[in-house]
């Protein structure tokens, strides 16, 4: 029995909520883990976590490895904390934003689904897992939805034409199928690598609004300028006179408008933008373009960005201040792998990995489900406000408990540190 047995009233309430997803010896290891994603590693590992909270190593082994639980059940309860109250719950003017992540392993040679493959929080090509996720933003408020592990085709026998091959593209479509089905949001959004034909129809098709941007390799159907005709527009190609920018710069400066919005930093900045209808190269779809004539920040590297939506009726503004809630994505996975180790799993099959991520975002939605309803004011001085903070509140607390616990119980004590002095083990226990 751990000193983490100790009644914490504010988390066992959180995680009551799952007792329906395990057996009672489950429930007791499955609490554990959650409560050792709120200690602090410098490289977390299955051993680690047991150490950090006095339990069996192989009992946590057993946990992730061979006991029989529904991460389906897992998800499901989660998402039901988060819905039922409004101070956590998805608004009606909120975006689904989908994308991927990667989870750097250089040196591993035998985890499932680690292949050399783009890395995105490194830019760059690396060995690693990538995982496709949906994640709910707003201005007020973001929260990760579901993450699913993308396996390689080289993983297949067959490589694509094995049947249970899933690029991310399909992954992605059925995280959206998924999300439309049981909550409310005005749109979705991505980045321009998932802005494929293949997604944007299905999207319209589902009657749904979508916002993203487009790649410079991008062929736009629109009427031209000076030939007066429809054809075949690139955004960036070296004949000047069929690169878009340039036929904007030169042909419809007058209609140029200055839009001001916030950047990813806080920041307040103005743009000159020039919107129209067209389609895309092989996409039936409906489009209404916003060229934004400038560099996002000071870090960008491009001079200029074309945001795409089916939303016809939209303003510039608007498509520009959705497209950007994207980073609430962004945002989910840096707290997922800052705070709580989403990456530093030491598992090698992918269903121990899926296994891993669900329950650091078990331990992200306590920590949400803690700051949202400001549940620590109440029992804390100084109040925290950053997931960091809360984590290291949450850790606080557990240490006091587990302490308050040992000092009350000889025998307890006795049992987890084997002390030898009579006279120590007797003023551990006063």
């Known amino acids: 029995m751990s000193i983490f047995s100790a009644n914490i009233p504010l988390l066992n309430t959180f995680l009551k909520n799952f007792a329906s997803c395990f057996s009672k010896k489950q429930m007791a290891v499955f609490t554990l883990v959650i409560y050792a994603f709120f200690k602090d590693y410098k490289r977390n590992s299955l051993d680690g976590m047991a150490k950090a909270t006095h339990t069996d190593y192989q009992k ?238 000071k870090d960008d590297d491009y001079t200029y960005h074309i945001l795409i939506t089916n939303n016809l009726r939209a303003s510039a503004k608007m498509v520009i201040a959705n497209y950007l809630l994207r980073w609430g994505i962004e945002h989910s996975f840096k707290e997922l792998k800052d705070t709580f180790y989403f990456d530093h799993y030491q598992v090698r099959h992918i269903n121990k990995i899926e296994r891993y991520w669900n329950l650091c975002l078990v331990a992200w939605t306590l920590t949400y489900w803690i700051k949202q309803n400001a549940y620590l004011a109440k029992i804390l001085e100084t109040k925290p406000t950053t997931f960091n903070e809360i984590k290291q509140a949450v850790n606080s607390l557990l240490e006091f408990a587990s302490t308050n616990a040992l000092s009350k119980n000889e025998i307890l004590a006795d049992g987890y540190f084997k002390i030898k002095s009579k006279r120590l083990k007797k003023n551990c226990a006063a």
């Open 60 to 297: 946590f082994q057993y946990f992730f490895s061979d006991s029989k639980w529904d991460i389906q059940a897992i998800k499901r309860t989660r998402l039901e904390i988060i819905q039922k109250q409004r101070t956590t719950a998805p608004t009606k003017d909120g975006l689904l934003a989908i994308d991927d992540t990667g989870c750097p392993k250089p040196f591993a040679k035998k985890t499932e689904g680690a292949k050399w493959q783009y890395c995105g929080p490194l830019k760059r090509k690396e060995v690693c897992n990538v995982g496709v996720g949906a994640t709910f933003v707003s201005e007020s408020k973001h929260f990760p939805i579901d993450i699913i592990p993308y396996l390689p085709a080289r993983e297949f026998p067959g490589g694509k034409n094995n049947p249970p091959f899933k690029d991310k593209i399909q992954i992605a479509l059925e995280l959206f199928d998924a999300c439309s089905k049981t909550m409310d949001f005005s749109g979705t959004v991505f980045d321009s690598w998932y802005a494929t034909t293949r997604f944007l129809t299905h999207i319209h098709k589902e009657g749904k609004i979508f916002y993203s941007e487009i790649k410079s390799n991008r062929n736009i159907f629109m009427r031209h300028p000076v030939k007066k005709t429809m054809c075949l527009v690139k955004p960036d190609v070296l004949s000047h006179s069929r690169r878009i920018v340039t036929l904007i710069k030169k042909h419809y400066w007058d209609k140029i408008k200055f839009v001001k919005f916030k950047t990813t930093d806080g920041s307040e900045v103005s743009h000159k933008t020039y919107s129209f209808e067209a389609k895309l190269k092989d996409c039936v779809v409906p489009i209404k373009f916003v060229v934004i004539l400038g560099k996002w920040n």
